[in-house]
Nanobody, 129 residues
Framework: EVQLVESGGGLVQAGGSRRLSCAHS????????IAWFRQAPGKEREGVSC????????AFADSVRGRFTISNDNAKNTVYLQMNSLKPEDTAVYYC??????????????????????WGQGTQVTVSS
């Protein structure tokens, strides 16, 4: 089974930066696949970014492209979401997620929450204006 633990949320001023961490375990040596989602009050959970060793590429939602980056530290088994130029509309609970263990594909252009079965506990990011 894949287990995920998130950290790094908090309060940040608009225009600032913050880095979220997703520590993961349970992936085989053959690869990993981690996606980030976020959910604001009263809104649907939306995909933010994804990274997969299947194709070595990353994916980003249009709303964060150019501001956010995603990376994996293999030695620490941790995926990072670096958030720059933050806006108040980025305020949300951020989750990292993994697909079923049998999944071996890369990141889709559009991330669908229902395709992911393992989830972190979520970490709150609040961007003040």
């Amino acid at each position: 089974e894949v287990q995920l633990v998130e950290s790094g949320g908090g309060l940040v001023q608009a225009g600032g930066s913050r880095r979220l961490s997703c520590a993961h375990s349970g992936f085989t040596y053959a690869g990993f696949h981690i996606a980030w989602f976020r959910q604001a009050p009263g809104k649907e959970r939306e995909g933010v970014s994804c990274i997969s060793s299947a194709d070595g590429t990353t994916a980003f939602a249009d709303s964060v492209r150019g501001r956010f980056t995603i990376s994996n530290d293999n030695a620490k088994n941790t995926v990072y979401l670096q958030m720059n130029s933050l806006k108040p509309e980025d305020t949300a609970v951020y989750y990292c997620a993994a697909p079923p263990t049998y999944y071996s594909g890369g990141c889709a252009r559009v991330l669908i929450a229902e395709n992911y079965h393992s989830w972190g506990q979520g970490t709150q990011v609040t961007v003040s204006s």
